[in-house]
């Protein structure tokens, strides 16, 4: 059952479970900042989230991110040698309700997204299902996801530009509209007291407008705007095998992705973590990522002309990266005796991750504190 315990906390992040004795309404509130860095652009990321779960198995979902994105990218609307910080507001809230079926347990519900900065604005949609079976060692999940964007373009540096009629001529509109379907089946299944296995496969396909509305790619000695297919067709695999050894108070996280597109990108990414119990309330966790893609059938560094699509996303080329990491996760039992003591079901964590790179984005600095309480 210790064991157990502790892997349901390494799997499941933010679940509360209703008091059906006291009627009450539970949940968790959740807060986290994350910071990124790379050669040409600078994310600080701060979000919230909270879940709350009433006797009878409604659960109620909600998250806030804003992103304060710094960029000296072409690829963002750079015209001019400066750095600029766009803002991002992305917000969701989901409804689901579990019934039980005697021997199972379906839970059904939808979630909403909306994400909005100055020349993008997103949405989505989500449905999903899950079925829990054998006493909750077995569930089954299944989801579809609608996504329906706006793409626009506003360029930046150089002193504003306006017409006779003050409105500004930087913001070029709107240039295209992306959409997309996903759809996810999940099996995640307890082995024994001491293991469980996730497994699962999603396809994503989206249509319309997928080139940057910035980036020039490289034609005849010559800068043209991307032109990529405007259709492409994903497929995942992934799987998670976890291990618990009750003697040391470790736990080993096996995991595997595989990824292929018909624009021919295909990608494999294993992962190996390991987390140490310290004690009753601290958790270590290390982590190390590998990631290895080929590129795509229509990238080139250099065009002649006669190609019928173009890109200068570096994300489109082969390449491979290493990222290493380190988590620090504590509980904050130890202010059960102080003014304090509502927070003493709480938990802090810090993370830091370093990506090494062989794109051109360069390497990265991946960081994150979080601070979880349960109500």
Known sequence: MRALAFLSVLFVSGTALADEASGTWTGALELRGNYYWETSTRVMAPEVRARLESPEGVRIDAEYLLDAITSASLAAGVQEDIRFTEIRNQGMLGVSREFDLGDAQLRLGTSGRLSEEPDYFATGITTYGALSLNRRSTILSASLTYIHDNVGAVLRGGPPRVDDTGRDLSDRGRQGQLEGVNAGLTLNQVLSPVATL??????????????????????????????????????????????????????????????????????????????????????????????????????????????????????????????????????????????????????????????????????????????????
């Open 198 to 375: 996730v497994v699962g496969y999603s396809f994503l396909h989206n249509w319309g407008f997928l080139q940057n509305a910035y980036r020039r790619a490289a034609v005849a000695n010559g800068l043209v705007p991307e032109q990529h297919p405007n259709t492409r067709s994903r497929h995942t695999l992934h799987g998670r095998l976890a291990y618990f050894v009750p003697e040391t108070q470790t736990a080993f996280h096996l995991m595997y992705r595989a990824y292929l597109d018909d624009w021919q990108v295909a990608a494999i990414t294993p992962e190996v973590r390991v987390y140490q119990m310290i004690g009753r309330d601290a958790v270590v966790r290390l982590r190390y990522r590998y990631y290895d893609q080929t590129e795509s059938f229509f990238y080139d560094p250099m065009y002649d002309g006669t190609e019928r699509f173009f890109t200068a996303d570096q994300k489109m080329e082969s390449f491979h990266s290493h990222l290493l990491g380190v988590q620090l996760r504590v509980g904050l039992s130890f202010l059960g005796r102080t003014p304090l003591a509502f927070l003493e079901r709480s938990w802090l964590d810090l993370s830091f991750n370093y990506w090494f790179q062989t794109s051109r984005f360069g390497d990265a600095i991946l960081s994150q504190v979080g601070f979880r309480t349960p109500f």
